[in-house]
């Protein structure tokens, strides 16, 4: 099992990002997704979770209206994109299938600053 993240970088506030976190060693397509992410100093936040169906989202109030997740069961990729970003949102990124499945993957860092 093993969850591969993508797409972090240095943005300017009010920018954009999207996140890819390739999936594999296990049947993608059964599994609920969720996105985390952890700022300096900080603990774990769960951030977006997409369902197995790819139906209802949830999200963290402090993301709530800017960042979407989705997934595509034929690539075994799950995205974050994320919109209006501002520094608050500067962090490591990781994303998980139910916690009991696999670890936690490299992450990738957004840095959101001008």
């Known amino acids: 099992v093993q969850f591969v993240e993508s797409g972090g970088g240095l943005v300017q506030p009010g920018g954009s990002l999207r996140l890819s976190c390739a999936a594999s060693g296990f049947t993608f397509r059964l599994y609920a997704f969720s996105w985390y992410r952890q700022a300096p100093g900080k603990g774990r936040e769960l951030v977006a979770t997409?369902?197995?169906?790819?139906?209802?989202?949830n999200y963290a109030d402090s993301v709530k209206g800017r960042f979407t997740i989705s997934k595509d069961n034929a690539k075994n990729t799950v995205y974050l994109q994320m919109n209006s970003l501002v520094p608050e949102d500067t962090a490591v990124y990781y994303c998980r299938g139910p916690l009991w499945l696999g670890s936690w993957g490299q992450g990738t860092q957004v840095i959101v600053s001008s």
């Open positions: 997409i369902p197995s169906t790819g139906g209802t989202t």
